[in-house]
């Protein structure tokens, strides 16, 4: 999130790595990156840093589905995907600390540059070759498996709560505005997706990173690694390639396309139903949730990056 937690401090963030990672932590700085979670680069002594994140729980995850879905992660990297950026287990092995509501984690910092979203030849060859050596790997046991995002229910409630007007911030009015127009068509795409989804094999799916787009992605005098493993599931192989042109089977890389855009307004929704203050994140948000209600059907890393 581009603004640090108003309902956490640094010295909170701290006290927790130390207790959970490194005793001798003893410098905090909130990261202005990302999107959805929070980040701070804690330090020791100068030397050496972590990256850690702030999940919040309770929209795509709980405590139990994290702390699986990090260990899968570490358990990818421990098999030689040396790609796989994983979370650090703490002393009693477990690899998220309770922080409130929400759940703290940290990985080892790793200089390097990520992309703008998009892919230049090289990095989708290069991409295409991490991700089907993530896909061959047998998914780690315990791993949390995709199902749909989202319900038949959504455009009816929708539709139900945007009859009255949304004043809790600046931006609440110009986001139910656009919602309410395009009723009819978050009603065909729901449905089009949940078609789609209702095809789809079980016994075909692989570990999926989820949003393996370059802002995802470093680049690092030793190889590209692929970071926030937070989105990893058993899942079809196409809710990574709907980043890649002309991958996978058309039909789930249209689902996967359909279930980030219905995803997001959804989730955007709750956002400007709800207080907020016109922050940078709220027009950042506000621009991602027009974006989603107006864009032609798109499979490319542009359309699936906030961050």
Known sequence: MR?????????????????RWWPDADDVVHLPVGFGAWHWR????GR?????????????HTADSLEATYAGAAELAGRGLDFVVPPLPGPDGRFTAGFGP??????????????????TDAQARATAEL?????????????????PLVGPDLPEQL????????????????????????IDDIARWTADYLRLAASTDPGTWVSTHGEPHTRNQLATDDGTLLVDWESLRLAPRER??????????????????LEWRLDEISQYADWFEAP???????????????????READHSAEAHARG
């Not at 929400?102 to 892919?119: C, I």
């Open 3 to 19: 603004e640090a937690p108003p309902h956490v401090t640094e010295a909170a963030v701290l006290a927790v790595v130390r207790d």
């Open 42 to 45: 804690v330090a020791a002594g």
């Open 48 to 60: 050496h840093a972590l990256f850690v994140t702030l999940d919040r729980l309770g929209v795509h």
């Open 102 to 119: 929400d759940a703290l984690s940290a990985t080892r910092w790793h200089d390097g540059t990520s992309g703008d979203a998009s892919f």
């Open 131 to 147: 991700l089907d050596a993530l896909h061959a790997e047998p998914p780690p046991a315990g791993l949390p498996r995709w199902h």
């Open 159 to 182: 539709g139900a709560r945007t009859l009255t007007p949304w004043t809790h911030g600046p931006h609440g009015e110009t986001a139910r505005d656009a919602i309410r127009e395009r």
């Open 240 to 257: 990574d390639l709907r980043y890649l042109a002309n991958q996978g089977d058309p039909a789930l890389v249209e689902m996967f396309d």
């Open 276 to 294: 907020h203050a016109g922050t940078e994140s709220d027009r950042v948000a506000l621009g991602g949730l027009l974006h989603e209600l107006t």
